[in-house]
């Protein structure tokens, strides 16, 4: 053994290992070694006592021979027993001992990850690094699964007491708005939702709308952007005939949606006009049809929403203050999808559908685009892959999307949970998890630091 791997002697501590060899002197050399390094380590001499053992005391790795009987080389016993583990523990890691002869098939098990092999005779250096690598490797998946766990559970207590419209995230950041959203819903004020495009606001409205005292009364949407200024005033307050030439007489969405909610979209786009009419109504509940003197009452409760930066628009003079101070009493902020990326693949999942599923290449593209047109982007991404797969697996190229450029410091941070799952994809190699998020492995290892997260792997000390 070197001498650097006599460093922290007891680094191992808290871990069972499970040694699957029919060799004594294999069984015995692995005891003593992984003993020095303060592991449990349990042995047996076959696939049916390992087995057993396992069942008996669990245990954080497995390290298994590839033939049980001095008679048998074709490693068809090592291969059963590594598929028998994996179906009964999935997440836990497993290192294979194999000789040159058997490279290839040892190779293809482990492809999937969690799993490594060791040629015989084997290095102590490179095996305890191995061993720590697959121990941190199964730390973090089993804390992912946990917390994989924990949003699921979150998300369906959630489900149980309030309407979710079928909303899918598993996000930390997306279930406190959720959460918040359902908590807000039975007020009387009105709520305005901020966020970028396609990031999901408008179901967010409809979460407010379904979990409000008025879920059962009328709920209509105006998308202001799509209006013109006097098209708007009259979709909103209505007309009198000769209001403007060939006006007719109609009702507004006031009107129609007095007693219920009306969601106002793309907020950031109306004229100041309207703005004091909205104002005027918001305050009083009282407002004119267009042409007409007669003042009407409305009881709306109004949920407004913009991608625009409407602090920056008041600022300007574009946007009036009065009017934003009154609708923002409670503020709905829907994070970028890429603030969010636990939340990417069990959207992808959703949008699939049951005719389709993705290939694990399709998964890490998928994961690693930037997503600048977010959920709406992920959707027709999607729905496009299915259009044109001939395949129910969909894969990378099948999804056709843009190269992807990193992710700069200055974007929104990744969550805690976004960074454990990457770090689990990548077998707790960070750089590997740094790519993937689109950070660089500094940047990553500096958010690492700061939510106190680790890798067993040795820090970079000099350049990227
Ligand atoms: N968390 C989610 N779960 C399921 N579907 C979602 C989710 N978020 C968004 N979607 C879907 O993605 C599309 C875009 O969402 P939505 O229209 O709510 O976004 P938006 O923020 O209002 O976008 P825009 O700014 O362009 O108006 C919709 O088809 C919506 O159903
Ligand atoms: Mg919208």
């Known amino acids: 053994m070197s001498r650097a791997d006599l460093s922290p002697p007891s680094d191992l501590r808290g871990n069972t290992i499970v040694v699957i060899d029919d060799s004594h002197a294999v069984r015995t050399a692995f005891e003593v070694l992984l003993a020095l390094h303060g592991a449990r380590v349990l042995s047996a001499d076959g696939p ?25 080389t074709s490693g068809a016993e090592g291969i059963a027993l590594f598929r028998e583990i994996r179906a009964r523990h999935p997440q836990l890691p497993i290192i294979l001992l194999t000789a040159w002869t058997h490279l290839e098939s040892a190779v293809e098990l482990v492809r999937d990850g969690a799993a490594d092999y060791i040629a015989k005779p084997w290095d102590d250096t490179r095996l305890m690094t191995t061993v720590r690598n697959l121990l941190e490797l199964g730390r973090a998946r ?104 060939g006006a007719r007489t109609r009702s507004g969405r006031f009107e129609a949606a007095d007693r219920g909610t009306l969601f106002l979209d793309e907020l950031g786009t109306l004229s100041a006009a309207s703005q004091a009419k909205l104002l005027r109504v918001l305050q009083t509940g009282e407002f004119e049809r267009l042409g007409s003197n007669e003042t009407r009452r409305s009881r709306v409760r109004v949920i407004a929403a913009t991608n625009a930066p409407l602090r920056e628009a008041m600022r300007a003079g574009a946007f009036r203050e009065d009017l934003y101070y009154r609708l923002n009493v409670i503020e709905l902020e829907v994070p970028p999808l890429s603030a969010r990326r636990a939340d990417i693949l069990p ?118």
């Not at 053992?53 to 009987?69: S, Y």
């Not at 309030?162 to 997306?174: C, N």
């Not at 967010?204 to 979990?211: H, P, S, T």
């Open 48 to 72: 049916a006592a390992g087995l057993g053992l396992l069942a008996e005391h669990g245990a954080q790795l497995v390290i298994q021979d590839m033939n049980f009987r001095r008679e048998a």
């Open 142 to 245: 089993a804390e992912a699964a946990a917390l994989r766990a924990d949003a699921r559970a979150a998300r369906a207590a959630l489900a149980t007491r309030f309407d979710l419209r079928g909303i899918v995230y598993e996000s930390e950041a997306m279930h406190t708005v959720v959460a918040m959203a359902t908590q807000v819903a039975h007020a009387e004020v009105p709520v305005l939702i901020t966020g970028p495009n396609g990031a999901g606001k408008e179901v967010l409205a409809d979460i407010v709308q379904a979990n409000s005292p008025r879920a059962d009364g009328p709920y209509f949407k105006v998308n202001l952007g799509a209006l013109p200024p006097e098209l708007m005033e009259s979709e909103l307050f209505g007309t009198e005939a000769g209001a403007f030439t």
């Open 347 to 464: 959207l992808a999942r959703h949008f699939l559908g049951a005719d389709f599923e993705l290939r694990p290449d399709a998964e890490a593209a998928l994961l690693r685009y930037p997503w600048p047109g977010n959920v709406r982007e992920l959707q027709n991404a999607v729905r496009r892959a299915c259009l044109l797969s001939s395949d129910r697996a969909i894969g990378a190229a099948a999804l056709a999307l843009p190269a992807s450029r990193p992710v700069s410091e200055g974007e929104p941070e990744p969550d805690r949970a976004t960074l454990e799952q990457a770090l689990a994809r990548a077998h707790g190699v960070v750089a590997q998890a740094a790519r993937e998020l689109g950070l660089s492995r500094q940047a990553l290892y500096r958010r690492m630091e700061r939510l106190g997260l680790k890798s067993e792997a040795p820090r970079p000390s000099g350049s990227e």
